[in-house]
């Protein structure tokens, strides 16, 4: 189960929204060995695609020197889906490496840039295997 503040679940959908019709990406850093979501950190997708995100080379690079030096793990790694559901794609699946991260999609299909439901989905992906989690939203840990 993903256990996420209300705060960094609003975070995620308005940065899903803000960059629609691109998907949007980015991680939330916690402690390491925590499984707590604590450090937002929004990235910018290099491909620039409604139908595919990357992680910029050296943001991530810079991301995970970052991490290291705070002791931290990528908790979540999220991004959208801006014309189909909150589920795993084929390439989402290839790209899947961190094992012990939850994988949160956000489908923008129905509402866009504007305010109006979003399809928001945690996964686990490990050697290609797909499982979907419970997501349980609280105001503080």
Known sequence: ML??????????????????PDEACGVIAGPAGSDRPERFV???????????????????LKLYREMDDRDEEPVVIYHSHTATEAYPSRTDISYANEPGAHYVLVSTAECGN???PVEFRSFRIVAGEITEEEVKVVTAY
């Open 3 to 20: 256990t996420i503040t209300q705060d960094l679940f609003d975070r995620i959908v308005a940065h899903s929204r803000a960059d629609h």
């Open 42 to 60: 929004p990235m910018l997708n290099a491909a620039r695609s409604p139908t595919f995100y990357e992680f910029d080379s050296t943001d991530l």
């Open 114 to 116: 504007d305010e109006g």
